[in-house]
């Protein structure tokens, strides 16, 4: 499939780059000041190159990508709360033009999900979001190593303040209602963990447990903050690692756990979207 990717940070290269391993061709690159475009293909490679030399990947405006030549928009520019622009507007270009999106960006799905879903029905094009939960949680502890990975959120407070983890919960939870709800960023409850002390783990590995910052979805719900967990119980992963637990009425209790954050790893989610779009 013809992608137009959106957002040329750590994402929105990893899909460009990795694209043509899934048997796609990216017809368009955009970052906030700049878009390279070709309906044959653009030469990945060199723009990126050209980003991190000059600081543009192209001489085009980035809104001529939305107006290219592509079958699937990749919306992976930084997630913004409150209107989720300008991602909500990229998506509903794309959409009038019944062409289909996948998002990295949470904004839109977590602020604004009956919106994308209403402009998705009167659209030829499917919105898929995978990649918007998939990323780790993040620890302040190890916050600076992991922005210098391409781990952690371009915003330090998203990790250490709860704001992704609750993000990542809402649109969850819009999932598991089925359009019964609508879930915003204002209807979770989040404590961060900025503000706690560094005796607090001291204390917990004293007694086996350690410190997560847990997410949970449930009974019309959603809540983030620092929770004691066992050491080594199954949700004290560390470094990129994630893990979703869920309790199903038949099947009990199933863990879902890998990495989960970084460039490649968010791309393979957003490219997975795309092949089932390709089916």
């Known amino acids: 499939m013809r992608l137009a990717v959106l957002g040329a940070g750590a994402v929105g290269s990893s899909v460009a780059e990795l694209a043509g391993d899934y048997g796609h061709t990216v017809t368009a690159l955009a970052d906030s000041r700049s878009a390279v475009l070709d309906p044959e293909g653009i030469d990945v490679g060199s723009a990126l190159d050209r980003k991190e030399r000059e600081g543009v990947v192209g001489d085009a405006d980035p809104e001529e990508a939305l107006a290219g030549t592509y079958d699937v928009l990749v919306e992976a520019t930084p997630t913004t709360l409150g209107d989720a622009q300008p991602g909500f507007g990229h998506l509903r270009a794309a959409l009038e033009r019944d062409r289909h999106v996948v998002f990295a960006n949470k904004g839109p799905v977590a602020e604004r999900y009956a919106d994308v879903r209403a402009l998705e029905r009167e659209s030829g094009g499917t919105v898929l979001m995978e990649a918007t939960v998939g990323g780790a949680m993040g620890y302040e502890h190890v916050l600076a190593e992991a922005q210098d990975l391409g781990v952690a ?4 407070s998203f990790d250490v303040e709860g704001t992704d983890a609750a993000l990542k919960c809402t649109i969850l939870a819009n999932v598991l209602a089925e359009g019964g709800r609508e879930y915003t960023l204002e209807d979770a409850t989040v404590e961060g963990i900025k503000s706690l002390p560094g005796s607090a783990l001291e204390l917990a590995n004293e ?3 350690t410190i997560r910052l847990i997410g949970e979805v449930s009974d019309g719900e959603v809540r983030v903050g620092p929770r004691l967990v066992p050491a080594y119980g199954a949700l004290a992963v560390t470094g990129t690692r994630n ?6 009425e038949h099947a009990g209790q199933l863990n879902v756990s890998g990495r989960g954050a970084g460039g490649p790893e968010t791309a393979t989610a957003v490219l997975a979207d795309v092949d089932r779009l390709d089916s």
């Open 207 to 209: 007694d086996g447990r």
């Open 153 to 156: 959120e371009a915003d330090p």
């Open 243 to 248: 893990i979703v637990q869920l309790e199903t």
